[in-house]
Structure formats: structure tokens, C-alpha cells
């Protein structure tokens, strides 16, 4: 026997409220009170209600992938993208690329309009930036989603992510064994866990060094956001001796403010990075850097949305951990004995 498909009629008599407030606070529009539109969610998720876009299923089925990034001109995204891309063509999808710049509208909009476009699934970088009530549209609609960043706390949503942790522990053991003491973490806002997980890593290496001081900066996870923390950490504090950046961007952004210093990399200052994006072999001089699969993190987050797809029943949230490495280049030394 075919289950009854719930209806927003279904979730109004419910909730005790009429039709078109139950399709307002599914599709997470302004305008309505934060506890109706918990009440609602709650009912519709209680009624296991999905979205009657996704449900129908397009006249014509169209085989494609949404990949929202917080922004492609980071290279990490760029290697992503190129996994996804791959995997999707392989299995005769398109792919579609969205910006958000961490921003919730403009994610809400690519999200509503990419489920309106009855897309296949939907890798995104996180879904951090929005609130409780547009996540649980996202997770209501019926369409598959695959984090590519963060993971723990989002568990509705699959994940596939570094693993963090121990990069951040293999950055910190590396420049604590050459023999650093002053060593400062620039890197992006504290909230994000893909980053706290790094900087739990880093902190992990340093304990029980009783000599070595961590310290922590942070800013924006970009070249500029690099540049403005490592000029900001030169003119307070002349005893750092290393840096562990957060990613590559913020750590090329570091090396220049170094060098407008008047600073050498690595005599002066050694610094190690993390993402192993292609243009860290090429500055000078190399980066020493923690590798995270990008490539292999598109190909697995297609593989994982397209599997979800085919799945009949209840969703399953799958989570990956793909591991990193320690690439050493030339931009870390011992510290010179001066400053030890
Ligand atoms: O949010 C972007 C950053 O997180 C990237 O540079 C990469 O490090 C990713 O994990």
C-alpha cells in the first residue's frame, strides 16, 4: 500500500495555523514569528513531510549537482570543484557553481533556487552561516546535502571533511621538534570547526612543552586576512619566530607582510601552512604545508550525494574523514639561536 503523502494541509491542522504560513516558514521567508516557524518544523518533521517540489520529480529529468563554496578564488575550492566535476561528468551529471561568500542570503537564495530547479544534491562548504530554521528547510526539502567542511554539529547533513585534528597536531609537532618557542596561529573566524579543529591539533603539539607559547590570531582566511594578522603580529610581538597558518592564502598573505618587515622566510621567521594548494611549491621560497585531499574530497562528496540520492527510506547522514600529510618545503628552519 502507498504511504499517504502529507500535505502543508496536513502540517496546519497540526500546528493550529493556516496553509500559507506553513509554506512561509518551510521556505524559510521573513516575516514570521521564530516560534511558529519552530512549531512548524517540528510538525513537519514529526510527520516526516517532504517537499512536494522534490517529491513530484521533474516532466523532464535533468541530471545535475549544485557545489555552493564560500568562494572559488580560494584555490582549495578550485581542487574540489575539479573532484566534484569529474565524478559528476562520470556519472553523466552536471555541475553547478555557486559562491555564497558566507553569506545566509545569498546561500538561501542558490538553496531555494537550486531545490526549485529539482537538482540531484547539493555539496556545500558548510551551513554554518544559517539559523536553526534554515537548516532545517534545507534538511526538510527531500534534496541530499554533503558538507565538504564542517562537520560536527551539522550531523543531519552527510560530511566529508580533512582530517583536521591531527593536521593542526602534525603543523605544531613539526615546528615545536625544529626547535620553536614563539609560535603564533593566524588564522579565520573562531567559530568555524574545520578551523578550531586545526587550532585543537596545534594547541595538542605544543602541551607539555613547557617552554613553547602558542598564541592565536584571528582574522579573515584570505590573502589579505593573512597579510593584516602577520602585520599586526610583527608590530606587537618581535619574539615570534614561526607561523601556522590556517590555510595556504592566509600564509602566502603572512610571507608578504614578513618581507615588507624587512623579514626572510625562513631565516627570520619559518611558516607552515595547510591545504597544499598547487601554487605553494611555486612561491618562494616553497611552503612547507599540511595536505588535505581537495581532489579526493569532491570525487568522494559526489559519490556520497549520488548513493543518497538512489536511497529509498528515511535519509542517512554519512560522515568521512580523509586523511592529511605533512609536506616539507623550504620555508621552516630551526630558529636562529638568538632568538630560541
Ligand atoms: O574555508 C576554506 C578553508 O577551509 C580552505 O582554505 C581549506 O583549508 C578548508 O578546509
Not at 3 to 13: E, H, Q, W
Not at 62 to 68: G, V
Not at 287 to 301: D, V
Amino acid at each position: 500500500m502507498q504511504p499517504t503523502r502529507i500535505t502543508l494541509k496536513d502540517i496546519a491542522r497540526e500546528t493550529g495555523v493556516d496553509v500559507s504560513t506553513v509554506s512561509r516558514s518551510l521556505s524559510g521567508s521573513y516575516g514570521i514569528h521564530t516560534e511558529t516557524r519552530e512549531r512548524v518544523l517540528a510538525i513537519a518533521a514529526q510527520l516526516n513531510y517532504r517537499s512536494n517540489r522534490v517529491a513530484r520529480g521533474p516532466a523532464v529529468k535533468t541530471h545535475s549537482i549544485a557545489l555552493i563554496v564560500n568562494d572559488i578564488r580560494n584555490p582549495f575550492f578550485a581542487d574540489v570543484a575539479r573532484g566534484a566535476e569529474d565524478a559528476a561528468f562520470a556519472a553523466n551529471s552536471d555541475l553547478v557553481l555557486c559562491n555564497s561568500d558566507l553569506n545566509a542570503e545569498k546561500q538561501m537564495h542558490y538553496i531555494r533556487s537550486l531545490i526549485d530547479k529539482r537538482v540531484d544534491g547539493i555539496l556545500m562548504n558548510s551551513v554554518g552561516t544559517l539559523d536553526r530554521a534554515q537548516q532545517e528547510f534545507l534538511s526538510l526539502s527531500g534534496v541530499p546535502v554533503v558538507l565538504l567542511n564542517r562537520a560536527k554539529s551539522q550531523s543531519n547533513f552527510s560530511s566529508v571533511i580533512p582530517d583536521n585534528t591531527t593536521g593542526g597536531f602534525l603543523a605544531g609537532a613539526y615546528l615545536v621538534e625544529l626547535g620553536h618557542r614563539h609560535i603564533v596561529h593566524l588564522s579565520g573566524p573562531q567559530d568555524y570547526p574545520n578551523l578550531r579543529e586545526r587550532a585543537r591539533g596545534f594547541l595538542k603539539a605544543t602541551a607539555g612543552h613547557s617552554a613553547v607559547m602558542p598564541s592565536f590570531v584571528h582574522g579573515n582566511q584570505t590573502f589579505a586576512g593573512g597579510y593584516e594578522m602577520m602585520r599586526a603580529t610583527l608590530q606587537r610581538d618581535v619574539s615570534i619566530t614561526a607561523v601556522f597558518a590556517g590555510n595556504d592564502i592566509i600564509a602566502f598573505g603572512a610571507v608578504r607582510a614578513i618581507i615588507e618587515a624587512g623579514m626572510r622566510v625562513p631565516e627570520d621567521v619559518s611558516i607552515i601552512g595547510f591545504d597544499n594548494v598547487d601554487m605553494a611549491s611555486v612561491i618562494h621560497p616553497p611552503l612547507t604545508t599540511i595536505h588535505q585531499p581537495k581532489y579526493e574530497i569532491g570525487c568522494n562528496a559526489v559519490e556520497m550525494l549520488l548513493a543518497a540520492a538512489e536511497h529509498k527510506g528515511p535519509p542517512l547522514a554519512e560522515h568521512r574523514v580523509l586523511p592529511v600529510e605533512l609536506i616539507e618545503r623550504s620555508s621552516c628552519a630551526p630558529p636562529r639561536t638568538s632568538a630560541v
